[in-house]
Nanobody, 124 residues
Framework: QVQLVESGGGLVQAGGSLRLSCAAS????????MGWFRQAPGKEREFVAT????????NYADSVKGRFSISRDNAKNTVYLQMNSLKPEDTAVYYC?????????????????WGQGTQVTVSS
């Protein structure tokens, strides 16, 4: 059974940094794409970043490009989201997700597996 467990969220001041981790287990993830999404209160879940597991192709939402970086460690079956220059509008619950695909994928509705989420709060 696939499990995705996020960690690393917390409270940070604007301009600060956090690194989120997503530990994946339950299968081999070659042939999968991993994504980070976020959801603020009263808003729809939105795409943040995605990475293909084998090649490591990445794609980012315009709102985080240049500030966030997604990466993966194949040996540890872990995906990371390094978040720098954080802004109050980055405040949300951040979710890790997995989808069977060889290409990066931005639509949250297409993902097969989800973690429980981790709260990120950025104070001004």
């Amino acid at each position: 059974q696939v499990q995705l467990v996020e960690s690393g969220g917390g409270l940070v001041q604007a301009g600060g940094s956090l690194r989120l981790s997503c530990a994946a287990s339950g299968r081999t993830f070659g042939g999968y794409v991993m994504g980070w999404f976020r959801q603020a209160p009263g808003k729809e879940r939105e795409f943040v970043a995605t990475i293909t597991w084998i090649i490591g192709n990445t794609n980012y939402a315009d709102s985080v490009k240049g500030r966030f970086s997604i990466s993966r460690d194949n040996a540890k079956n872990t995906v990371y989201l390094q978040m720098n220059s954080l802004k109050p509008e980055d405040t949300a619950v951040y979710y890790c997700a997995a989808k069977s695909s060889l290409n990066y994928y931005r639509d949250y509705k297409g993902y097969d597996y989800w973690g429980q989420g981790t709260q990120v709060t950025v104070s001004s």
